[in-house]
């Protein structure tokens, strides 16, 4: 009989731990939600999510162009409130934010059926962006920011022409080889594009002509025979810390 009555103990208390949980569930779904911490909490996801989306740092670009490109899309409003310096290899760019989340109050329409108050949060950060790093989150205090500012701007991002590989492809065709650099350079005299030549010893002429900010190349030979073709290589090359634009692309290229 002593083992029916421990069993029958045990039982009774599983059971009375089912409705005390049961209760407790009741109740805390039962409960009105405060608005401000569900905004508070808001506004803490949706700056860890912008770390997450900036992420390791391969774009190089001015401060304002990044507040303009890589802070929209959330579903709380997110403001870019003042900006500095750029990610550019020695500098860093500073861009403060302010998160602002509302909630609208929401009544339960059923059991177990969710309502909070009515609530809103906000809250200031600081992200530092360093080329090759990872972004820095701190806090700041959003009194000590600016409140009307224009939307940031982002700049127009240099690039080749469409029609780049024609006019060094022309120049190939019929250029002679002693030169081939002076030409190729006053065909793209802009500041920001890059050009390099090379003459290799197999008789190939070759030509690199970039534009580091967005990462734009193109690399164009001329074989011994006078065949012109457009060469391929691994775009990892372009980006910041590695080789570039360079002619090495096709002579050398990265194993």
Not at 80 to 93: C, F, H, I, K
Request: glycine share 6%; with cysteine; proline share 5%.
């Amino acid at each position: 009989m002593r083992w029916v009555a421990t069993v029958f103990v045990v039982g009774l208390a599983v059971v009375v731990v089912g409705v005390i949980a049961f209760v407790v569930l009741f109740f805390d779904a039962a409960r009105t939600k405060d608005g401000d911490e569900i905004a508070a909490r808001n506004v803490s996801a949706t700056a860890d999510a912008i770390v997450e989306d900036l992420g390791y740092q391969r774009d190089t670009a001015d401060a304002e162009t990044l507040a303009a490109e890589r802070f929209g899309h959330y579903s709380v409003v997110v403001t870019p409130v003042a900006w500095s310096g750029s990610t550019r290899q020695g500098e860093e760019a500073v861009i403060d934010v302010r998160i602002l989340a509302t909630v609208e109050a929401q009544s339960a329409t059923a059991v177990f059926g969710a309502s909070n108050t009515e609530g809103s949060a906000e809250r200031c950060y600081r992200f530092r962006l360093i080329i090759h790093e990872y972004p820095v989150r701190t806090d700041v205090d959003c009194a000590s920011l600016p409140d009307d500012v224009d939307p940031p701007v982002a700049a127009a991002r240099p690039e080749l022409p469409d029609d780049a590989e024609n006019r060094v492809r022309a120049i190939l065709e019929d250029v002679d080889p002693a030169e081939l650099a002076m030409r190729v350079q006053a065909e793209f005299p802009e500041p920001g594009v890059s050009v390099d030549t090379t003459t290799t010893d197999s008789g190939e002429s070759v030509v690199a002509v970039g534009v580091a900010e967005s990462k734009d190349c193109i690399v164009v030979v001329r074989a011994a025979d006078g065949s012109v073709f457009r060469a391929s290589f691994d775009r990892v090359q372009l980006e910041p810390g590695e080789g570039g634009c360079r002619v090495d692309l096709y002579t050398a290229p990265a194993l």
